[in-house]
């Protein structure tokens, strides 16, 4: 494979530090401390990406806030990848123009994989006029030069090329979670899957290096973080493009060496990368969570094709009864589109079968969502909405039976569970999450936050398990 990854200059982004305390000589001026609202939408992956603006926002002088009309400067991370998504950021954007009416000082910038899209941002240029700023993700590690150029000089600033992409390393990070992590170890994707826009917008496949991986995680674990997750679109594949080329359970692998008491979790995977070796690895690394999600989008050997999956269904199943027979107790969890253009109900039946055969955890199911640009939107699409949606809610509902099954056979066993937050329902005090990331609602122990402590669970129902913190 080419050698096409490219790492930022060191130089550069000691640059981008340089004008982060340009900004901050700027701020220090004012007679408050100025605030920043960060409001991020979609995938983890824009949750890290938002964990680098902040960083960089801190650096600049600036506190947060989550009031829009106390905010100098408002981000608004996007997300492409449905239609709903982006109708949100949209109206979203559009009422901001009566809170920037009542602080004309304030700056508003927009960014994330939305931005990337040529005729989003074109409709941003000529509608939305109150926005200051549009960057994709290839230039978000020159936030701090735009906002210092916005600062300092009169205008709009669009920046969002189209590049193949790069990785930037030595951002600063403000984290959003003291016993949850993200860390990304590759961007973009190489699949082209015939939907998905994700290609277009984040750019090629291209890995960070080991040592840097492992440093960050190293210090995370120092930290104290309990919950560490390797963020890609595609993790299967990374390493491909490194000039010492390392697999990603070679990775999986010096992660898990790393010295502390944590978990590993990882995401996303895709099936056609998805080797025994991986397995192997999850099986022996014993911070390796036991959990897997592994996206197959449709049941049908016809349509896997259309959406230009590259694998088949039985390929799919061969995988799954392979991880089973290494970690029985694995949890698995999918990604599932019904209603791609041409697909038929009797070929959406096929996914059911799937569904009946692997006895997912639990899914995250979407209806199609023509994405400009993408193969997909321009194919024959006869199925009416109606249609798609009784199809959407049978596989819901089949879903539902096979998840609540599944939890209540946890009914009456004790677990040890991470307790990752305070409960927003009264009756339970904490949330926790078992070692394959099912929620449980737990009475007791809130002093125990962030710790690995004993639940015995007491019900269950189709979203998530209820317990007790075992003393
Ligand atoms: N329409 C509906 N769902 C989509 N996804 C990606 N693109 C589309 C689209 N155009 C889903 C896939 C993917 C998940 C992150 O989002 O299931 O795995
Ligand atoms: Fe999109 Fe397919 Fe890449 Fe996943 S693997 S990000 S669905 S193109």
């Known amino acids: 494979m080419e050698k096409t990854t490219t790492i930022i200059p060191q130089g550069d982004v000691e640059r981008q530090l340089w004008y982060c305390e340009q900004v901050a000589a700027v701020t220090a001026q004012w007679p408050e401390r100025p605030l920043a609202f960060v409001d991020t939408y979609g995938c983890q992956q824009n949750e890290a990406d938002s964990e680098r603006i902040r960083g960089y926002l801190k650096k600049m002088g600036f506190g947060f806030t989550d009031d829009e009309e106390r905010a100098r400067i408002i981000v608004i991370n996007t997300c492409a990848i449905r239609e709903h998504a982006e109708q949100r950021v949209l109206g979203n954007v559009g009422a901001l123009v009566h809170v920037k009416r009542r602080h004309p ?183 390796v969570a036991p959990v897997l999600h592994l996206p197959f989008q449709a049941g049908n050997d016809r349509v896997l094709k259309v959406m230009n999956r590259r694998h088949t269904r039985e390929q799919y199943l061969e995988k799954i009864r392979d991880l089973k027979s290494l970690i029985p107790d694995i949890v698995l969890t999918s990604d599932i589109i019904v209603g791609f253009p041409g697909e038929t109900t009797e070929e959406f039946e096929d996914t059911l079968k799937v569904l009946e055969e692997v006895r997912f955890d639990a899914l995250f199911t979407f209806i199609f969502s023509p994405r400009v640009g993408t193969p997909a939107a321009n194919m024959d699409d006869p199925m009416p909405r109606e249609e798609k949606l009784a199809n959407f809610n049978r596989l819901t509902a089949l879903q539902d039976a096979i998840s609540e099954e599944k939890h209540r056979a946890y009914v009456g066993r004790t677990v040890r569970c991470l307790l990752d937050g305070l409960s927003d329902d009264e009756r339970y005090d904490l949330t926790a999450r078992t070692p394959g990331n099912r929620l449980v609602r737990v009475v007791g122990g809130r002093s125990a936050l962030g710790q690995f402590r004993d639940v015995k669970i007491t019900d269950a129902n189709k979203w998530s398990l209820f317990g007790e913190l075992i003393e």
């Open 105 to 287: 000082e304030q700056l508003i910038c927009l960014c994330g994989c939305m931005m990337q899209e040529p005729h989003v941002a074109e409709k941003i240029r000529q509608s939305y006029r109150h926005v200051d700023l549009v960057f994709g993700p290839h230039a978000l590690w020159k936030f701090p030069e735009m906002i210092y150029t916005l600062l300092t000089q009169r205008g709009r600033i669009f920046s969002n090329a189209d590049e193949a992409g790069s990785i930037a390393e030595g951002i600063p990070v403000v984290r959003q979670d003291k016993v949850k992590a993200w860390v990304s170890i590759m961007y973009g994707c190489n699949n082209f899957c015939s939907y998905c826009i994700v290609p277009y917008v984040r750019g090629r496949e291209r890995s960070r290096r080991p040592e840097d991986i492992l440093q960050e995680v190293e210090e995370l674990a120092r930290e104290g973080y309990k919950d560490i997750t390797l963020l890609g679109q595609n993790v299967n594949s990374y390493g491909k493009d490194l000039e010492e080329p390392m697999d990603f359970a070679d990775l999986l692998e010096r992660v898990n060496a790393i010295p502390g008491e944590f978990l590993i979790r990882f995401m996303t995977s895709h099936p056609k990368d998805a080797t025994h070796k991986l397995f192997e690895t999850m099986a022996r690394c014993e911070k």
